[in-house]
């Protein structure tokens, strides 16, 4: 399977907002689970939220009511859009296509004033 291609990240202050993309190449996104992860320098990588073939969403609590996740079928891509950062937000988000284990390169996300 090939891994996703994450972007989007950047730099930002502490309450902006950052939307970062997860394109798929070969694999059917609307087809599958995808996940959104992230990992703190330091860290384990922790999951962020998901998005279900059928269009549910679900969030972790450290990101609930900040972060939305969203589908695009035509892009076959998957998106989270970032609010209300902090600077607990650093890390590097990946996305995950399924149950794969072909992880990208992520992207990074740095909340600093």
């Known amino acids: 399977q090939v891994p996703p291609v994450e972007s989007g990240g950047g730099l930002v202050q502490p309450g902006g907002s950052l939307r970062l993309s997860c394109v798929a190449s070969?694999?059917?996104?609307?087809?599958?689970?995808i996940y959104w992860y992230r990992q703190a320098p330091g860290k384990q990588r922790e999951w962020v939220a998901w998005?279900?073939?059928?269009?549910?969403?679900n969030y972790s609590r450290n990101v609930k009511g900040r972060f939305t996740i969203s589908r695009d079928n035509v892009e076959n891509a998957v998106y989270l859009q970032m609010n209300s950062l902090t600077f607990e937000d650093t890390a590097t988000y990946y996305c995950?296509?399924?149950?794969?284990?072909?992880w990208g390169q992520g992207t990074q996300v740095t909340v600093s004033s």
């Open positions: 070969g694999t059917i996104i609307r087809d599958n689970i």
């Open positions: 998005i279900h073939t059928n269009g549910r969403t």
């Open positions: 995950r296509l399924g149950s794969s284990n072909d």
